[in-house]
């Protein structure tokens, strides 16, 4: 069974950073794609981040680049988001999401999300 | 960068009647990548469609994707209580992937 298992959310300040991982099991992890989507309280999908499977190809959406760096270890079948320069706005349940290596497919599996609230 | 927009923003239905949700692209969306996910309160998305018209794996045949260059459409054959969520259009296949903003399948 796939499974997609987010941490490292909390509460930081402005201005503070988080990193966040995400654990991926039941699937060949080298293999696949992956994504960060965030959902802000109440609001619709965005997406934030795409890492390709062997870590080779990166984008970011604009409203993070600079800030957030996406990352991955397929020796420990790992995902990462280290977000540095918080701000309010990038208050969110924040999903990883995988899905096969196609340069950019649909987002296949997701996992149940981590809550990151930037607030001082 | 591809604009994608859901109409309508709530659709308010009864269980078994038809559903069909709108998604509207701002540039003709290449090679059909177009997928559907729904979610449903305090749970993640779920992929219902992609390529436009394939369904996913375990999805159930009421739910049927169509439509090609600028104009999607999702419909549900006959709602079923398990089916009232909201409903995402995204564009995929180039940076970035933009979601739709939604429409919320409500029971009336």
């Known amino acids: 069974e796939v499974q997609l298992v987010e941490s490292g959310g909390g509460l930081v300040q402005p201005g503070g950073s988080l990193r966040l991982s995400c654990a991926a099991s039941?699937?060949?992890?080298?293999?696949?794609?992956m994504n960060w989507v965030r959902q802000a309280p109440g609001k619709g999908l965005e997406w934030v981040s795409y890492?390709?499977?062997?870590?080779?190809?990166?984008y970011y959406a604009d409203s993070v680049k600079g800030r957030f760096t996406i990352s991955r270890d397929n020796a420990k079948n790992s995902l990462y988001l280290q977000m540095n320069s918080l701000r309010a706005e990038d208050t969110a349940v924040y999903y990883c999401?995988?899905?096969?290596?196609?340069?950019?497919?649909?987002?296949?599996?997701w996992g149940q999300g981590t809550l990151v609230t930037v607030s001082s | 960068e591809i604009v994608l927009t859901q109409s309508p923003g709530t659709l308010s239905l009864s269980p078994g009647e038809r559903a069909t949700l709108s998604c509207r692209a701002s540039?003709?969306?290449?090679?059909?990548?177009l997928a559907w996910y729904q979610q449903k309160p305090g749970q993640a998305p779920r992929l219902l469609i992609y390529?436009?018209?394939s369904r996913a794996t375990g999805i159930p045949d009421r739910f049927s994707g169509s439509g090609s260059g600028t104009d999607f459409t999702l419909t549900i054959s006959r709602l079923e209580p398990e089916d009232f969520a909201v409903y995402y259009c995204?564009?995929?296949?180039?940076?970035?992937?933009?979601f739709g903003g939604g429409t919320k399948v409500e029971i009336k």
């Open positions: 999401a995988s899905g096969l290596d196609r340069g950019l497919g649909s987002f296949d599996y």
């Open positions: 039941g699937f060949t992890f080298s293999s696949y794609e």
């Open positions: 890492i390709s499977s062997s870590g080779s190809t990166i």
């Open positions: 540039q003709s969306v290449s090679s059909s990548y």
């Open positions: 390529g436009a018209s």
């Open positions: 995204q564009q995929y296949g180039s940076s970035p992937p933009p």
